[in-house]
């Protein structure tokens, strides 16, 4: 999401994935589920090459295996990430319907600014130097190109800046980490005319921000550690491609459970504009102090 060195988002990998999978399958077949690892960082200078191969095929399920590489300078191959893609067919009825609602209240869209509005006011007010947006600016513009973004006020990062500025108290500071959250509304800025791009553009956004998360939460940044990235992934998904629609308002919420062992474990929940559980990803991402840093998330 953001470029503290030169190196491709992980989202990137991710939706070439997922659009070789999807096109590796019949049609008719819906992905419910990704699982992989990240084996190294991508660079941004040359081209994503996918590999699929078939593990299952059936009437019901479709599973491939797949990997993705960079072709280095000296001709060899260096894979970025493994990963599982798992398809179901469209059942006729579904027996339960539900879905966990987010963890805690969140102003609706229509009432949240947009993220450049929200950290401006930060400025304006003398809260923040003016010197933090612009970083924001420079470093998260894949975002801000590809969506609309609306902070939502309760959540951290609307406080913080996704904590870029973290001198800055934000009011869950007396909640235990793991009860800490950040939510924003979010939509595609492009009209996606097919489900295999609407659930691209998903996919893209479900990676971002949640390795550095617990960052965010405990007044740190990227200036603390040696290393935040995310080391392996489980992306869930709730809802059809053919019944997505990322031109409507979605809402996303991270939370961290687990930080130790130099490593962290958080979950990001999306939701529809009228409620539905779209998709969850989850990460086990390495977070490496500085030397002479103790541990304390």
């Given at each position: 999401m953001a470029h503290p060195v030169e190196m491709g988002y992980g989202g990137y990998a991710l939706t070439v994935a997922f659009k070789a999978a999807f096109l590796s399958v019949p049609k008719g077949y819906h992905l419910y589920s990704m699982l992989g690892n990240y084996l190294g960082p991508s660079s941004t200078?040359?081209?994503?090459?996918?590999?699929?191969?078939?593990?299952?095929?059936?009437?019901?399920?479709?599973?491939?295996?797949?990997?993705?590489?960079?072709?280095?300078?000296?001709?060899t191959k260096r894979v970025c990430m493994?990963?599982?893609?798992?398809?179901?067919?469209?059942?006729?009825?579904?027996?339960?319907?539900?879905?966990?609602?987010?963890?805690?209240?969140?102003?609706?869209?229509?009432?949240?600014?947009?993220?450049?509005?929200t950290f401006e006011r930060l400025v304006d007010e003398g809260n923040i130097d003016r010197k933090i947006y612009d970083a924001y600016v420079k470093d998260f513009t894949i975002m801000a190109d590809n969506f609309e973004m609306r902070p939502c006020p309760e959540g951290v990062f609307a406080q913080n800046i996704l904590g870029m500025a973290?001198?800055?108290?934000?009011?869950?500071d007396t909640l235990p980490m793991t009860s800490?959250?950040?939510?924003?509304?979010?939509?595609?800025?492009?009209?996606?005319?097919?489900?295999?791009?609407?659930?691209?553009?998903?996919?893209?956004?479900?990676?971002?921000?949640?390795?550095?998360?617990?960052?965010?939460?405990?007044?740190?940044?990227?200036?603390?550690?040696?290393?935040?990235?995310?080391?392996?992934?489980?992306?869930?998904?709730?809802?059809?491609?053919?019944?997505?629609?990322m031109n409507r308002w979605h809402l996303r919420e991270m939370s961290t459970s687990v930080g130790g062992e130099a490593r962290t474990y958080g979950e990001t929940w999306i939701?529809?504009?009228?409620?539905?559980?779209?998709?969850?990803?989850?990460?086990?991402?390495?977070?490496?102090?500085?030397?002479?840093?103790?541990?304390?998330?």
């Open positions: 200078d040359r081209p994503l090459l996918a590999s699929v191969s078939m593990v299952r095929q059936t009437r019901t399920f479709a599973t491939r295996r797949l990997e993705i590489s960079q072709k280095l300078n000296n001709g493994v990963a599982t893609a798992d398809f179901h067919i469209k059942e006729p009825a579904s027996l339960l319907e539900y879905s966990r609602p987010p963890s805690k209240s969140y102003s609706h869209w229509k009432h949240c600014p947009t993220d450049q509005e973290k001198h800055i108290p934000h009011t869950q800490r959250t950040t939510a924003d509304w979010f939509r595609s800025r492009e009209q996606l005319a097919t489900p295999m791009d609407q659930l691209a553009n998903l996919i893209f956004y479900s990676d971002a921000a949640l390795a550095f998360t617990p960052l965010s939460y405990s007044h740190s940044w990227f200036e603390d550690v040696t290393a935040v990235s995310s080391l392996e992934f489980a992306l869930r998904f709730f809802k059809s491609a053919d019944l997505l629609d939701w529809d504009d009228e409620g539905r559980a779209v998709a969850c990803m989850s990460q086990q991402s390495i977070l490496r102090p500085r030397k002479g840093e103790k541990e304390r998330l």
